[in-house]
């Protein structure tokens, strides 16, 4: 039987980061918990498109945890490709992509919230004052591609819906040369994330029934306002959640940051150049990381953040990277898109005429592939996600307080400007 294929593949990439972190400890009065909207009947009507994208990205990460590995992934990236799949989405499928995204309606307004964001941070280098070194202190950079083939006929509107919003450029494509194909998405992604990504698209994942690859990059390196002294770095333990011990390089430090501490965890905020941070959220008790998870999930992400203040902090934490590579097929149909991959009930009518065909379009396989890199500089990152459819101020004088990042811990990378969550993940061991 005879079915076509579409392939929508999004990519992500960042750049290298650095370290986190005890003479006497000021602990900051807890908190109140807030609750953060799990489903989107919860969602404030008036909720802004980065709380609406925050609480997707904090609900893949609920649905995501594990606590055997390290996690590193693009929300927004993710999110993004959705984004792209829901335009040209239709009845139930599309009500799923929505809700999925944390949208009460499916429509034209999800896209253009993402246009909207989408120019908002290829904007962030010119937060950086003017005759300073910008593409070394910060390069965050968007684009968007996509690959129909050459002989199917998408309407003309969803493409150019594409171009027009999202700035994607159009390759036409001829699936019958499948490697061919292949090598130009991966070279083209690689190109978009300065080679952290160069293979997204492996062997036998298209074949000559592949009808579109749709592909969303995002790069980001940042410099620390704040750069970790190499000559401080030293070796030490990292504690894993099995209490073994690792030697390890950390880096320290100790300066100002925003800071916020309660009865179960510590967080810091390391500031890039550009306004952007890395958020790192620490549990007092390395025992306790799926409690921390749950809360951070679960309200304590808006709550933390919004009550970091500015302390003097010194700092522990260690270098690391991490490359992960996850098939995002349950952890959707779990967040509620299970349409999307169903033959019989997939609705992808917004980018072709379903009358004219036998079989539909749905999605085949969603793999999200992500690069981390923490230094003494900065942060470098890289992720990418394939989605492929078959046819069927000054303070007064406080005690410093010390941040020692030597057990499993928390993390994002947020564009402090828009609000958004760019990246995130979990460190269990470097």
Request: glycine share 4%; aromatic share 10%.
């Amino acid at each position: 039987m005879k079915k076509w294929v579409l392939m929508i593949s999004m990519i992500a990439a960042a750049s290298s980061w650095v370290a986190f972190s005890a003479p006497a400890r000021e602990a900051a009065p807890p908190a109140e918990k807030i609750t953060l909207p799990q489903g989107v009947s919860s969602i404030p009507k008036s909720a802004t498109p980065s709380y609406k994208n925050n609480a997707f990205a904090l609900n893949l990460l609920k649905a995501g945890w594990n606590d055997t590995e390290n996690i590193f992934l693009s929300p927004y990236s993710i999110a993004t490709a959705l984004a792209m799949l829901e335009s040209g989405a239709r009845g139930e499928t599309a009500q799923e992509l929505a809700h999925v995204l944390c949208w009460e309606k499916p429509g034209k307004p999800i896209l253009e919230a993402f246009s909207e964001t989408q120019k908002e941070l290829q904007k962030a280098p010119k937060r950086i004052r003017p005759l300073r070194n910008t593409e070394e202190m910060l390069s965050l950079s968007l684009a968007n591609s996509l690959w129909p083939s050459e002989s199917f006929p998408f309407y003309p509107d969803y493409i150019d819906s594409m171009k027009k919003q999202l700035d994607a450029e159009i390759h036409l494509s001829d699936y019958q040369k499948t490697e061919e194909v292949r090598t130009r998405i991966n070279d083209w992604t690689a190109e978009h994330t300065r080679d952290k990504i160069k293979d997204l698209i492996q062997p036998g994942v298209l074949d000559p029934i592949t009808r579109m690859v749709l592909v969303n990059a995002i790069y980001f390196k940042g410099q620390w306002i704040h750069t970790f002294d190499k000559s401080a770095t030293a070796e030490d333990e990292f504690i894993t959640c099995d209490g073994s011990r690792k030697k390890v390089p950390f880096m320290n430090k100790l300066e100002t940051y925003p800071y916020y501490e309660d009865s179960e965890l510590q967080v810091l905020s390391l500031p890039y150049h550009g306004n952007l941070s890395m958020k790192i959220f620490l549990p007092k008790d390395a025992k306790k990381l799926a409690e921390v998870k749950k809360s951070f999930c679960e309200g304590g992400f808006q709550t933390w953040t919004k009550a970091m203040k500015q302390r003097s902090v010194k700092v522990k934490m260690p270098k690391f990277k991490m490359e992960k590579r996850l098939d995002l097929n349950d952890l959707l149909t779990q967040l509620g898109a299970g349409s999307i991959f169903s033959e019989q009930k997939a609705n992808f009518g917004g980018m072709y005429n379903r009358a004219n065909f036998l079989f539909n379009l749905y999605v085949s396989k969603v793999i999200h592939q992500a690069f981390i890199d923490v230094d003494e500089m900065g942060t470098e990152a890289a992720a990418a996600t394939a989605i492929v459819m078959k046819m069927t101020s000054a303070l007064p004088p406080q005690a410093e307080v010390s941040f020692v990042a030597d057990h499993p811990f928390l993390f994002v990378l947020q564009d402090d400007v828009t609000g958004y969550i760019l990246f995130a993940g979990q460190m269990l061991q470097p």
